[in-house]
């Protein structure tokens, strides 16, 4: 089984302009996002996939591989799928690119999904952790997703996922982290088909999975990366590294 990692990275955010150039600790923070993702050693391969010369440059210029975009892409399944499409290779792994501090166990976590599942039913894994403050709970851009028993995805959802109309009846709210490993065949499925409403409603691409009957395992994890998307949070970032 092949196992790659792909880290799609934009040069432009809405909210937090050029932030995977910023300086993290004397290097960008799309260069420690890659340098992490190759010292887990989980992967036969690590790739930057970039609409962006800016970003290319910085990974190249540093020994890494980086793979330059052909098309616009929606979203950063659609520019994976692109960059993979003719690749021999298994199991692909979607990193953050704004998430440098990588930590191995839970991408273990999923990659064991795969190398279990020997019936092939799972065609995405993704990880979640539980939240409890109704602050977290209600913030819609903290994704919520609730499983079945059998820990795949019933549904994701900016809104609060269940509705608490009975408050004590033991529900946990887990919110979903953006990290993906899908096999190759449902990506490139992903790549071909097109969006639909759900996925339009809700800003959220796992929906089309969804939509299209594709399962995604969920795994919890009790990791909360760091995520940066906001000058605050590279602010943050920088006193974690030096903690």
């Known amino acids: 089984m092949k196992i790659i990692a792909v880290i799609p990275a934009r040069y432009a955010s809405t909210r937090f302009p050029a932030k995977l150039m910023q300086d993290l600790g004397g290097k960008t923070v799309i260069l420690r996002t890659y340098e992490a993702a190759i010292a887990t050693a989980l992967f036969d391969d690590v790739f930057v996939v970039t609409d962006s010369e800016v970003i290319y440059?910085?990974?190249?210029?540093?020994?890494?591989?980086?793979?330059?975009?052909?098309?616009?892409?929606?979203?950063?399944?659609?520019?994976?799928?692109?960059?993979?499409?003719?690749?021999?290779?298994?199991?692909?792994?979607?990193?953050?690119?704004?998430?440098?501090?990588?930590?191995?166990?839970?991408?273990?976590?999923?990659?064991?999904?795969?190398?279990?599942?020997?019936?092939?039913?799972?065609?995405?894994?993704?990880?979640?952790?539980?939240?409890?403050?109704?602050?977290?709970?209600?913030?819609?851009?903290?994704?919520?997703?609730?499983?079945?028993?059998?820990?795949?995805?019933?549904?994701?959802?900016?809104?609060?996922?269940?509705?608490?109309?009975?408050?004590?009846?033991?529900?946990?709210?887990?919110?979903?982290?953006?990290?993906?490993?899908?096999?190759?065949?449902?990506?490139?499925?992903?790549?071909?088909?097109?969006m639909l409403s759900l996925e339009a409603s809700e800003k959220l691409e796992q929906l089309r999975y969804l939509e299209y009957g594709k399962r995604i395992k969920m795994v919890e994890t009790s990791h909360v990366s760091i995520g940066i998307d906001t000058p605050e949070d590279l602010e943050k970032a920088k006193a974690f590294l030096i903690s």
């Open 57 to 194: 440059d910085e990974i190249v210029n540093h020994g890494g591989k980086a793979i330059r975009s052909q098309k616009n892409h929606e979203s950063g399944s659609d520019r994976i799928a692109e960059a993979v499409e003719n690749m021999d290779v298994d199991i692909v792994v979607n990193v953050q690119g704004d998430e440098p501090f990588i930590d191995k166990k839970p991408l273990e976590q999923l990659l064991a999904i795969f190398k279990e599942d020997v019936s092939k039913q799972v065609d995405l894994a993704s990880l979640m952790y539980q939240i409890t403050t109704k602050e977290e709970i209600n913030n819609p851009n903290n994704v919520k997703v609730i499983v079945d028993q059998k820990g795949f995805a019933l549904y994701f959802s900016r809104a609060v996922i269940p509705f608490p109309r009975e408050e004590n009846v033991g529900v946990r709210y887990m919110k979903h982290i953006g990290i993906y490993a899908f096999r190759k065949e449902a990506l490139l499925d992903f790549y071909k088909l097109p």
